[in-house]
């Protein structure tokens, strides 16, 4: 399949279903580690700018690469269902995955929550572990198995209807469940977004000081003059034999 | 001075009675002044203690130093040294924001923490996004013109002077302001990107003007601040010094006018003294530590926030004040507002790039007062916004995708620009800040926020949405991505006319409290469609101006008397 990329014919909203295409229109990936080497900017590498990042900048980021280590927070029994929501949530089902699982469960073992609960709700802890529960009850209740045994297709249709706050029974009746909703989603969508390896995948610049941006694509900016120079452009996916 | 001197002069004049511009390093973000900080004992009576070292605490704290004021501001967060603590990176900001337990509940709970509270030396305007616009003279009577809110106990022409002054202070660059009070800025504005000048084309197609600026954000040198670099991480900590925060715009000052900043120290009660009612100083923790200490003062100003600032109050119980300070009439807490802040993002064929730039770029007051033809009282204002990655997967979810779907919208990211509304909600007695029964590691019970919208609330919020997105589909947009969020706090000890319906009077003075004044955006009864926080700055400009206007022997009485010195001349 080909798309032209300014028609934005990708945009799941602008395709019946609501969903994408897959991914084999997208370019294969030259430069840069992106998860799954799915991205859009096969030339772009953040790392390739890591010279002009200030130093506690680059302490952070860098630190995100290191190798996970084994969870903290979640218990063994629980790790099958965490790292299966993850996945399913982020549509990371192959290597290289970035690691969601693992960067959340540091997050809740050290503590660092966001500064607000709810009312009626447990603390960001137990609702996770509710959640997880949760997943694991509606799995064996539609399709007799634990959710990390369910297939893609099978964890998607939970994760949609858990999408939707309509999950019941169980531990799902201690939760207010589109609040558990955003509760998680905030976590793992904090945790993927903030890999450079993701920042690939979407082009994004990364770390910006102390250089900074000259060219902000304003008026009298036309052409390449839009672009600055260490800007790859986003590109798809051309058979040469056939197009070229 | 006039319209065409202003004019003339836009880049070149600068604030008289603040040096904090020159008081800065340029090779070094650490506030020069932090080593060599005068430090005060907590048996030495000190003119004022301040609780919270962000917009209003700082302001009042650099105007009344240069009176010679002997001040102590207490900070719960820490003291930033910029080049170590803070990064260009989103996740890694978590530290800016105060992300204590908070209780959030009623039908529209509002989460709390990384939009809307600061915690640490500079406060909130540490990550505000840079938006400094005035509020309008019809946000002082809203009661008695739009039969809605609530009318203030002083009127937009007292804090004319004051705005001005901030603004010279901070420095504003935007475009000559066509509404409320038609005013210029001391600086240029900023040039634009391509995403907010596709904005632009719509708004315009619409009918709708829209102005550069207003942003607290040097364009140019100011001093040794250097001039923005454009990278575009506002919200995640200025590196560069070049957006305005009370860290590089007041404190330097205050600093070296003998101001002590006692960081991570946070204050548990106001000490009242049963004999006289009046305040004998402010009891607080030092974090790690376990001991409890009282500093002692001849007046306290309280500027937490409004989340924090009633928190403290209705924890400061004494025998003379049964139910929290200034809660005789159960008013603490109570009209507590935050703003409607819808998003929309349109895309376009061509790569936008929206995280370059500051996010504040452009924005539209047109909507800001009451029209009865759109069916509610008050209004809104446009502003541009540009969500870095983390914020964008958040906008992308608050739509319905997740998984591939998602993952596909992300990658998207550099084709997208976003707009967003900031929607005056109004005051309401029942959105208020209590006290939770759970208790922090100090033993200090955790604030409690209930938020419910009302009809006109949600008409409102509704009838903007369907603005800002008939402006990308006016431009072109090919797909539009909408998010239902809310932004900035205010009120929740406002001020008033009678203690029956406020807490404190138009001088920010606790009813029944001699000396203990509330100096931050707690006190305004309505927030308007502005982003409060040049606001808050004004008031506390003009409030420093009230306390220090007794003689010097009457402020010396009257600091023996434990009584302080507000201006005695009447307002009206």
Redesign the interface.
């Known amino acids: 399949m080909t798309v032209d990329?300014?028609?934005?014919a990708?945009?799941?909203?602008?395709r019946p279903g609501?969903?994408?295409p897959p991914p084999d229109w997208?370019p294969r990936q030259r430069r840069g580690t992106t998860p799954q080497m799915?991205?859009?900017y096969p030339d772009h590498d953040v790392f390739d700018a890591i010279d002009t990042?200030?130093e506690?900048?680059k302490k952070?980021?860098l630190a995100r690469l290191e190798p996970p280590g084994p969870l903290r927070f979640f218990s063994a029994a629980e790790e099958p269902a965490l790292r299966a929501f993850c996945d399913?949530?982020?549509?990371q089902e192959t290597e290289p995955r970035i690691p969601v699982a693992e960067t959340v469960d540091a997050k809740l073992a050290d503590g660092?929550?966001?500064?607000?609960?709810?009312?009626?709700m447990p603390d960001d802890r137990d609702a996770w572990r509710l959640v997880l529960r949760g997943l694991d009850h509606t799995a064996r209740q539609a399709y007799r198995c634990s959710f990390a045994e369910c297939d893609t297709r099978r964890r998607?249709n939970i994760?949609r209807e858990f999408?939707h706050g309509r999950l019941v029974g169980g531990p799902w009746d201690e939760l207010n469940v589109p609040r558990a909703w955003s509760v998680v989603?905030?976590a793992v969508?904090?945790a993927?977004?903030?890999h450079p390896w993701?920042?690939n995948?979407?082009?994004?610049?990364g770390?910006?000081?102390?250089?900074?941006?000259?060219r902000?694509?304003?008026?009298g900016?036309e052409g390449p003059g839009?672009?600055e120079p260490f800007?790859k452009?986003?590109a798809v996916n051309v058979d040469p034999v056939r197009e070229g | 001075m006039g319209t065409f001197w202003r004019g003339l002069l836009k880049g070149s004049v600068t604030p008289r009675d603040n040096d904090s511009r020159f008081l800065l390093d340029v090779h070094s973000r650490d506030l020069p002044g932090e080593a060599t900080m005068r430090r005060y004992a907590d048996d030495d009576e000190v003119d004022l203690v301040i609780v919270g070292a962000g917009a209003g605490g700082s302001v009042l704290a650099q105007r009344l130093a240069r009176r010679g004021w002997r001040i102590v501001i207490l900070e719960a967060g820490p003291f930033w040294h910029p080049d170590e603590d803070w990064v260009s990176d989103e996740a890694g900001s978590h530290h800016l924001y105060w992300t204590q337990k908070r209780i959030i509940g009623g039908t529209d709970p509002i989460e709390l923490g990384k939009n809307n509270s600061g915690r640490g030396v500079g406060g909130s305007m540490i990550h505000y996004a840079g938006y400094t616009p005035r509020f309008h003279p019809s946000d002082f009577s809203t009661h008695s013109d739009d039969g809605v809110g609530a009318d203030w106990p002083l009127r937009y022409e007292e804090l004319l002077g004051h705005y001005e002054r901030v603004e010279l202070e901070l420095p504003v660059a935007g475009q000559d302001w066509p509404w409320g009070h038609p005013h210029r800025y001391p600086f240029s504005p900023h040039p634009v990107t391509g995403a907010a000048l596709r904005l632009v084309e719509g708004a315009h197609r619409c009918g709708i003007e829209m102005r550069v600026g207003p942003v607290g954000i040097v364009n140019g040198t100011f001093g040794n601040r250097p001039h923005c670099i454009y990278r575009g991480y506002c919200l995640q900590g200025c590196k560069v010094n070049a957006k305005a925060s009370p860290y590089v715009t007041h404190l330097p000052d205050a600093l070296a006018h003998g101001v002590e900043v006692r960081a991570n120290c946070m204050a548990l009660r106001v000490d009242i003294d049963d004999a006289t009612g009046a305040a004998r100083g402010v009891v607080y923790a030092r974090e790690g530590e376990g001991g409890r200490t009282l500093q002692r003062a001849a007046a306290v100003a309280v500027a937490g926030y409004s989340i924090e600032t009633p928190r403290l109050l209705l924890a400061s119980t004494s025998r003379r004040h049964p139910r929290g300070l200034g809660n005789a009439e159960d008013q603490v807490g109570r009209y507590v507002m935050v703003q409607g802040a819808s998003q929309t993002a349109g895309r376009w064929p061509d790569e936008l790039r929206m995280y370059k730039a500051p996010p504040p770029e452009i924005s539209s007051e047109q909507f800001y007062e009451t029209d009865p033809g759109r069916g509610f009282a008050r209004g809104f204002s446009i502003q541009t916004v540009s969500p870095m990655p983390i914020g964008w997967s958040e906008h992308v979810l608050a739509d319905g995708h997740w998984g591939r779907a998602l993952r596909e919208y992300m990658r998207d990211y550099n084709h997208w620009a976003t707009i967003g509304v900031l929607n005056e909600l109004l005051p309401h007695p029942e959105n208020r800040v209590t006290l939770a029964d759970e208790t922090d590691p100090y033993g200090q019970p955790v604030a409690r926020m209930d938020y419910t919208l009302t009809d006109n609330d949600k008409t409102n919020m509704a009838y903007s949405t369907k603005v800002i997105t008939d402006i990308l589909r006016a431009a072109d947009a090919q797909d539009v991505l909408i998010i239902q969020r809310f932004a900035h706090l205010i009120g929740g000890a406002r001020m008033g006319r009678a203690p029956e319906h406020s807490v404190t009077d138009a001088d920010h003075r606790i009813w029944g409290v001699p000396n203990v004044f509330v100096a931050d955006g707690s006190v305004c009864p309505t927030q308007g469609a502005a982003n409060p926080a040049l606001t808050i700055m004004a008031l506390a400009s003009r409030l420093a101006e009230r306390m220090a206007g007794g003689d010097p022997v009457e402020h010396y009485r009257a600091v023996r008397a434990r009584r302080i010195p507000i201006s005695t001349r009447s307002r009206r």
């Open positions: 990329l300014r028609s934005g990708h945009l799941p909203k602008l609501s969903q994408p997208l799915i991205g859009r990042w200030d506690a900048t952070v980021v399913t949530a982020l549509a660092r929550l966001d500064g607000y609960q709810y009312a009626g998607e994760v999408a989603m905030r969508l904090s993927f977004y903030s993701a920042w995948e979407i082009g994004f610049g770390p910006a000081y102390p250089r900074g941006f000259l902000l694509g304003g008026p900016y839009v672009r800007e452009p986003g």
